[in-house]
């Protein structure tokens, strides 16, 4: 339950809203047309939000009226149960929202007949927005690929050794190791729903250059070193996730201030879920969900439960099985697995596959 002392922050832009606890509703929405919006916005004044001078709002002969690009996926979240989340924000704020009709693409557009009420309604539906996306599973994320062919080649070495010397461990078998050219850092994931919204996240992505990687990294070159394995929580001899670390050093720690703050640029952004935190650098090796998704995308913790309570939800649901590393944790602590130069941070995309084997490729940012 959500604390109401502590409510939810959206951040949208610049700007900040606080998500007030809504009246619990027992509705059934197996249909699109049935979809209940649970996360509403603040009920407050239809001119809640007179303060937004930015917002370009187009005079009209009747009023006013605002384009809003949103992708048509996110439509149904807007619309609500029968139309009755559209119908509030109407009613509330004294406007018309028209939405494109299903299987059609184009901006939501808001008419009415005070710029107040255009404004108030566009905050609405930017705070819908923004949850649902949240509740999407991500399409991209933001990766250091690490495919030098001396890393690999020393990975290949460790997971040959892990499969002689601890045969027979509980839940150790090759298909939770990651695929060599898919090694990598995560950055963080995204939910991108159109071409428009890839093009943006690349905007900011290179944006990044001049405003990061310059005044950081100075063209000095990050080539930290490999070494050491990890686990993810409390119990080695039951662990899901493995990972390779970085050294620390004058390298990791330009890396870390580079990375917290791209991951801080892109949270604003609204396509990247907020982190609260450093982000946490490391190299995954050996997972469990590869069991089931050999994909390899790995993503970060509080997002990976996220994503397992949803499929607990789902009637085929087969439990994670972990593996015991008390064995592989002893023997191969302190393996080395090289010298790294890290030259691009890319925008990964989740499904995709390159030609050399990594994640498909929608844009990168290059390094010194």
Known sequence: MMDVLRPQIIHIGDRCYRKNPSLHRDVEADEEEDFNESAEPIDCGWNDEVCDFQTPI????????????????????????KGETRRRIENETKTQVRIPKAGQEGPIVIVGAERKGIISAKTRIDVIVSTARQKEQFT???????????????????KEDVLRECDGDRGIDSTIFQKPEKLHLTLGTL???SESEVQQTLDILQQCHEDLVCPILKGQMLCPRI????YMNDDP????????KLEPGEDLDR?????????????????????????????????????????????????????????????????RESFNALSVLKKFGEFDFGEYHIRTIHLSQ?????????????GSLLLP
């Open 58 to 81: 187009e005079e009209t002969e009747n009023g006013f009226q605002l384009s809003i690009d949103i992708p048509s996926a996110l439509f149904k979240h807007v619309i609500g149960r």
């Open 140 to 158: 991209h994320f933001l990766s250091i690929p690490i495919t030098s062919a001396e890393v690999t080649n020393r990975f290949l070495e460790f």
């Open 191 to 193: 939910v991108l729903l």
């Open 227 to 230: 070494q050491g394995v990890e």
């Open 237 to 244: 001899s039951c662990v899901d996730v493995l990972y390779a």
């Open 255 to 319: 890396l870390q201030i580079l990375v917290d703050r791209i991951v801080e640029k892109f949270s604003l952004s609204g396509f990247m879920q907020e982190s609260y935190g450093s982000v946490k650098l490391h190299i995954t090796i050996m997972n469990t969900l590869m069991r089931r998704d050999p994909s390899g995308a790995t993503v970060p913790r509080h997002q990976d439960r996220k994503s397992r309570s949803n499929d607990q939800r789902g009637s085929q649901h087969k439990e």
């Open 350 to 362: 989740k499904l995709g596959v390159a030609k050399d084997g990594y994640y498909g490729c929608s």
